[in-house]
């Protein structure tokens, strides 16, 4: 298998694109390519796009190459306008790049979404120049990303308050082609944005998967919830360390029930163990051997279930399976957080919950969608 390749961040474009820029007002000429030097230490060179001098200022463009990572940025040029000023360096936003319109991010309200070291690769690249040519003074400089409005709505900004456009990303500068670095630091970004706007007790679950039943259910919204994929120890680290009094988890139980095992990352890649899980807890409750057989055979949790529906044993061996994950959950917490956790089937209800019972409560109370949630469960033994 062929190694991935590795991409440029829409920051290290930003910075390319100015620097060629302010070379091109400098020297008069057009300039075909240019390189930065990106936090990580890399020498990145790229193609200058739409080179263009009108006037006082310099416009050229950047495309974005993600390598192998399946990023909704990958392709598109990103632009900058640099126009020489009397001193100092200023960083702007212009048409596709985000806005950002609530706290909790990195930029104030009302400044564009371009994050912290991109602007500082923007503005070190931009002085590099000048310093090459012995230029006082300084530049204003116009990130714009045509298009990126559009693609926004297929990201986080959304969800983040970041409205008109994309982000200005990247801390090292490189793309990493699927990159669990990258994943976790959406995380990171997305528990830091609840807690700046007052979030107290954070609901979190893997994905989208059992949209309805959440919904039906808890009358929750799953898009209010932090979306954690695989990443479930890291998301609780993160949660206790920015100091939420509490955490929901909410899950499916292909996922959720691997915790059982004490399995804090998910993937399929890392560990499975559900058939397994199930069935030592199976045994425990006095399952047949035919039964268990039948568990060991299955491919989801849901054909494990019927097998356990059939035999009389399903709420019995999850309530098993829930005083494992609860265990589980507590030593990773290790008293810095309060949590709770509910893990349901879409075919077999709610099949196990577990913590505290008030963390659930003020988690679900927070949440703007909640309506009717009874704090029952749907299936009470």
Not at 65 to 78: A, R
Not at 106 to 135: C, F, W
Not at 166 to 190: K, N
């Amino acid at each position: 298998m062929s190694k991935l390749k590795r991409g440029y961040t829409t920051g290290t474009c930003a910075a390319i694109a100015s620097k060629a820029a302010v070379r091109m007002l400098l020297s008069g000429q057009r300039v075909k390519s240019e390189s930065v030097i990106t936090p990580s230490g890399e020498d990145i060179e790229a193609e200058i796009y739409c080179a263009e001098l009108n006037g006082g200022a310099a416009v050229c463009a950047v495309r974005k190459n993600s390598g192998d990572d399946p990023d909704v940025t990958d392709g598109m040029l990103i632009y900058s306008t640099v126009t020489l000023n009397d001193g100092g360096i200023s960083i702007d936003g212009g048409e596709g790049v985000g806005r950002i319109t609530r706290p909790g991010l990195q930029r104030r309200v009302g400044e564009a979404a371009i994050n912290n070291v991109p602007r500082k690769m923007i503005a070190d690249s931009v002085t590099e120049v000048l310093h090459e040519y012995g230029a006082e003074g300084g530049a204003d400089v116009l990130i714009s990303v045509p298009g990126g409005q559009e693609i926004a709505e297929k990201t986080f900004n959304p969800r983040l308050g970041i409205e008109g456009g994309i982000s200005i990303l990247g801390t090292t500068g490189i793309v990493e082609p699927m990159s669990t670095r990258a994943l976790i630091d959406t995380i990171d970004v997305e528990l830091s944005f609840k807690k700046a706007n007052g979030t107290k007790y954070v609901i979190v679950t893997p994905g989208n998967y059992g949209r309805d039943y959440i919904m039906d259910t808890m009358g929750t919204d799953i898009d209010a919830a932090v979306k954690c994929s695989n990443f479930i120890g890291e998301t609780i680290d993160l949660a206790a360390e920015k100091g939420f009094n509490g955490m929901l988890l909410i899950g499916h139980a292909g996922k959720l029930i691997k915790l059982a095992a004490g399995i804090m990352n998910t993937h399929s890649r890392v560990a499975d163990g559900r058939a397994e899980i199930i069935c030592a807890h199976a045994a425990l409750m006095g399952a047949p051997k035919g039964v268990l057989e039948r568990i060991m055979g299955s491919v989801t949790v849901d054909e494990a279930s019927a097998a356990l529906e059939e035999c009389g044993l399903l709420r019995k061996v999850m309530k098993s399976i829930g005083e494992r994950i609860d265990f589980y959950l507590n030593r990773r917490c290790a008293n810095r957080m309060e949590y709770a956790f509910i893990v349901f089937s879409n075919v077999y209800g709610e099949l196990c919950r577990g913590g505290n019972e008030d963390v659930m409560r003020e988690a679900l109370n927070e949440n703007l969608s909640y309506r009717h949630w009874d704090g029952k469960r749907k299936h009470d033994d």
